[in-house]
Nanobody
Framework: QVQLVESGGGLVQAGGSLRLPCAAS???????MGWFRQAPGKEREFVAS????????YYADSLKGRFAISRDNAKNTVYLQMNSLKPEDTAVYYC????????WGGGYNYWGQGTQVTVSS
């Protein structure tokens, strides 16, 4: 069984930064990780994903240059660094684990409970 626990969310002013860790436990070896977000009244959307080795990363086009995904396999943790935050980045952020670093949510087998990020203007 796999468990994913996100943290690091909170309230931040526009232009600020946050780093979201997602700690994984259980059978996580060789799995890709992804970050998704869901704003109130909107569908869940892809944010970023990363392969097991960390050698390949993928981003939603609209977030390239502001967000960065990374992982530390020794700590079983994936990170989402978010810079130059905007009010429209306000959402619940979820990490996910699956066999491939895809932008499709259905490609992930396990999900965390989410962490709230609120960006004030």
């Amino acid at each position: 069984q796999v468990q994913l626990v996100e943290s690091g969310g909170g309230l931040v002013q526009a232009g600020g930064s946050l780093r979201l860790p997602c700690a994984a436990s259980g059978r996580t070896f060789s799995y890709a990780m992804g970050w998704f977000r869901q704003a109130p009244g909107k569908e869940r959307e892809f944010v970023a994903s990363i392969t097991w080795s960390g050698g390949s990363t993928y981003y939603a086009d609209s977030l390239k240059g502001r967000f960065a995904i990374s992982r530390d396999n020794a700590k079983n943790t994936v990170y989402l660094q978010m810079n130059s935050l905007k009010p429209e980045d306000t959402a619940v952020y979820y990490c996910a684990l699956g066999p491939r670093a895809t932008g499709w949510g259905g490609g992930y087998n396990y999900w965390g409970q989410g962490t709230q990020v609120t960006v004030s203007s």
